[in-house]
């Protein structure tokens, strides 16, 4: 590839991270997770590093973290990170303010500014004049400030949208911590337009993820289809000035989706998690042995011609449309009660408990396992069932229903963002489709879905095994790191071969 031959060094800027790739220094296996990010940073870290990329990493010093995680996580002896070489690739931003975290972000509005504005002022001071890279690609709004900087110094900058989580400082905050913002105050987004540094300075708020979009040289979000629903104004909960600086890079041409990918561990030939590993040629019988043995866990009746689902995400009603789930339980727990359909929950969150109250009030607890979440379980869980839900009101990406397909366990979605991206609706007679699709986001539409998935059930058993055959075959090759990795290549590549004014 082009940019492999040329080697531009890239500094890859994130707060957090799983895990990076031996070779890339003493520091590389180490983790500091709060969500997705921290596997789509490791995946593309992984990738780039893989296809022989100049690339680096900057990121929190989390010291605590480090080492209460890494021992669990990897059953490696610690390696002692601050025995640190200055040639290395992984450039750890030092501050006593993120050291003793126990969690990458707080549930403190403050403590979760403070972490912010270190790590981003040890990127600007040291680790880019020590790095000198040919771009720098950030991450949401942890580091929606350096974009700024990085136009100033007329550094190529791609800027990743994840998340819709933003937050605001005045630039006299920004400085106290040690930022000079002053150098490049005009290339931040404030909350009204500037008239002067001095005007603006206490009394103005920065937005940092708009700031990170509209200083940025190039923007993503983690899905195509994602971007051009908060550009067509789909989603309400947008903030219009985000809304307003994305349609102007859209329409500068500066703007992509480029979709996430499930970690390389999430596949059922080799994932360690799971009690029996199998493939597409013979998920058939693995499959049904991975079922009983998740029943057998779970005291639910034991029964191999079950229908299984499963609930992977997080327990929030606001995205991921869990109170759906909870107006029909009971009604597709009755309706398919000779089926012996089962539903199992693998997820943390308050409506855990409506779930439960569900269960205990109508006494199918046989039928119906809600479990907090647990890394092996959920594994488990994947292997084991034959569908899984995942009707969010809307979905900036998501990595389950990739994730389902590459087990064979087929989603049931609603028809948004990166869910529309991934999962077309199944049509076995033609070899087209991995999942079921609804359109209307409320209990009957998820209903819909249900119904539809049983109608494939009910198919032939043979029509069944082909399907679910390709469907995975079809998932490894399409919901992989590499790919992901060569779509951000090519944004590089786009990058470095456009003039950009600073």
């Not at 991206?421 to 199944?426: A, E």
Request: charge should be negative; charged fraction near 20%; include cysteine.
């Amino acid at each position: 590839m082009p940019l492999t031959k040329s080697k531009p060094r890239v500094l890859i800027v994130t707060p957090e991270v799983t895990y990076l790739p031996e070779g890339m220094g003493n520091m590389s296996n180490f983790c500091a997770k709060a969500g997705g990010l921290a596997d789509v940073s490791a995946a593309l870290i992984s990738a780039l590093f893989d296809l022989g990329g100049d690339v680096h990493v900057a990121l929190p010093d989390y010291r605590s973290l480090f080492d209460g995680y890494l021992p669990k996580l990897f059953n490696k002896e610690l390696k002692m990170i601050k025995e640190r070489i200055e040639a290395e690739r992984i450039h750890l931003a030092e501050d006593r303010v993120f050291y003793y975290l126990t969690h990458v972000y707080s549930s403190y509005f403050e403590t979760n500014l403070k972490v912010s504005l270190a790590f981003q002022r040890e990127v600007m001071n040291n680790i880019i004049p020590r790095v000198n890279p040919d771009i720098i690609h950030c991450n949401d709004w942890m580091t929606g400030l350096i974009p700024a900087m990085s136009r100033q110094l007329g550094i190529p900058c791609l800027f990743t949208i994840h998340n819709i989580h933003t937050v605001t400082a005045t630039m006299d905050e920004i400085e106290d911590r040690g930022i000079d913002a002053a150098a490049f105050w005009h290339h931040l987004y404030f909350r009204k337009p500037p008239r002067n540094y001095e005007e603006s300075r206490g009394h103005n708020p920065v937005d940092f993820l708009t700031s990170g979009v509209f200083a940025s040289h190039y923007v993503n979000t983690v899905s195509p289809t994602f971007l051009k629903e908060i550009i067509d104004h789909r989603h309400p909960f947008v903030e219009p000035c985000l809304r307003q600086e994305l349609t102007n890079k859209w329409n500068a041409g500066c703007a992509d989706g480029v979709l996430n990918a499930p970690d390389p561990e999430f596949n059922p030939a080799v994932d360690e998690m799971i009690q029996y590993n199998y493939g597409p040629r013979n998920h058939r019988k693995k499959k049904l042995d991975n079922k009983l043995y998740l029943q057998d866990l779970l005291n639910l009746e034991i029964d191999e011609s079950a229908p299984v689902f499963f609930w992977p995400s997080r327990l929030d009603p606001v995205q991921k449309g869990c109170q759906l789930l909870a107006q029909i339980l009971f009604d597709i727990v009755s309706a398919y009660w000779d089926m012996k359909l089962q539903v199992v929950l693998v997820s943390s969150g308050d409506y855990q408990k409506h779930f439960k109250d569900i269960c205990n009030f109508h006494n199918i607890k046989h039928r119906v396992s809600v479990n907090d979440f647990n890394e092996v379980l959920s594994h488990q869980a994947f292997a084991a069932s034959d569908f899984l839900f995942m009707p969010s009101s809307f979905e900036p990406c998501g990595l389950p229903q990739m994730t389902g397909c590459i087990y064979g366990s087929l989603p049931i979605v609603f028809d948004t963002g990166g869910l529309h991206d991934t999962v077309t609706h199944l049509d076995p007679y033609h070899n087209l489709g991995n999942g079921f699709v609804f359109n209307v986001h409320d209990a009957r539409g998820l209903r819909w879905g249900v119904d539809q998935a049983i109608a494939f059930f009910r198919l032939d058993s043979d029509i069944k095994e082909e399907q679910i055959k390709r469907i995975m075959t079809e998932g490894v090759l399409q919901f992989n790191h590499t790919a992901c990795a060569e779509k951000y290549i090519k944004l590089y590549e786009k990058m470095i071969q456009r003039p950009f004014i600073i």
